[in-house]
T-cell receptor, first 113, second 113 residues
Framework: SAVISQKPSRDICQRGTSLTIQCQVD?????MFWYRQQPGQSLTLIAT?????????ESGFVIDKFPISRPNLTFSTLTVSNMSPEDSSIYLC??????????FGDGTRLSIL | QKEVEQDPGPLSVPEGAIVSLNCTYS??????FMWYRQYSRKGPELLMY????GNKEDGRFTAQVDKSSKYISLFIRDSQPSDSATYLC?????????????FGKGTKLSVIP
C-alpha cells in the first residue's frame, strides 16, 4: 500500500495568513484527496486532486479558499487561504480511489489565532 | 437520516474480549466497504477492505457485510490494549466519476489491561 507523507505535521498561524500543506506519495497514484477532520468528528472531503486537471471541489468548499495543485502523480498541495479561527482543524491527504482503497497521511493539525 | 450511522461510543472492554463494531447505512448503491483504525494524532489506517456482501478475515479481525440489511460489522478477537483507537467505517458506491468515501462518525474503543 502507498505510504503518504504530509508536511507540516502541525502549525499555528495568524488570522488572515495562508498556509500550504504538502502531500507526498511513495508511488504513482491516479487519485489524491484532501479531507478536513474536526476534533472528535469524522472526515469531510474537501476536493479530489487529479493530475493535469483542475481539482473537483465538494459542496461548501471553493477554489479561492482552498486552492490545490497536483503537478505530478506523486505530489499535491492544499493551501488554506485567508485563514480564520473557523479553519482550525486537521487536514488529511489520501491517495487511491476507484477499485483501490484510500490510504491516508497523518494529517496537518492547524490552529488559527 | 444520515447516510451512515455509527455509534460513537465510547466502548470500553477488558483485554481478551471480543469486540463488535457496527455501522448501518441507507444508500443501497454502496458496494465497497472499509474499516479504518485511527490512533490519537495519527491518520486513518486501513484495516479491512471488502466488496459486496460476505465475510473477510485478517488475523484477529473479521469484517462482515450484509447488504440486504445494510449493515456492516468489524469483529476483533482477543482484543489488546494496542487496539485502543477510534474505528471508522467507510463506504463507496463504485461508480465512475466520483470516488468520495462516506464515513461513519467513528467508535472510540478502549481495551483495558
Amino acid at each position: 500500500s502507498a505510504v503518504i507523507s504530509q508536511k507540516p505535521s502541525r502549525d499555528i498561524c495568524q488570522r488572515g495568513t495562508s498556509l500550504t500543506i504538502q502531500c507526498q506519495v511513495d508511488s504513482q497514484v491516479t487519485m489524491m484527496f484532501w479531507y478536513r477532520q474536526q476534533p472528535g468528528q469524522s472526515l469531510t472531503l474537501i476536493a479530489t486532486a487529479n493530475q493535469g486537471s483542475e481539482a473537483t471541489y465538494e459542496s461548501g468548499f471553493v477554489i479561492d479558499k482552498f486552492p490545490i495543485s497536483r503537478p505530478n502523480l506523486t505530489f499535491s498541495t492544499l493551501t488554506v487561504s485567508n485563514m480564520s479561527p473557523e479553519d482550525s482543524s486537521i487536514y488529511l491527504c489520501s491517495a487511491g480511489g476507484g477499485n483501490q482503497p484510500q490510504h491516508f497521511g497523518d494529517g496537518t493539525r492547524l490552529s488559527i489565532l | 437520516q444520515k447516510e451512515v450511522e455509527q455509534d460513537p461510543g465510547p466502548l470500553s472492554v477488558p483485554e481478551g474480549a471480543i469486540v463488535s463494531l457496527n455501522c448501518t447505512y441507507s444508500n443501497s448503491a454502496f458496494q465497497y466497504f472499509m474499516w479504518y483504525r485511527q490512533y490519537s494524532r495519527k491518520g486513518p489506517e486501513l484495516l479491512m477492505y471488502t466488496y459486496s456482501s460476505g465475510n473477510k478475515e485478517d488475523g484477529r479481525f473479521t469484517a462482515q457485510v450484509d447488504k440486504s440489511s445494510k449493515y456492516i460489522s468489524l469483529f476483533i478477537r482477543d482484543s489488546q490494549p494496542s487496539d485502543s483507537a477510534t474505528y471508522l467505517c467507510a463506504m463507496w458506491g463504485g461508480g465512475a466519476g466520483s470516488y468520495q468515501l462516506t464515513f461513519g462518525k467513528g467508535t472510540k474503543l478502549s481495551v483495558i489491561p
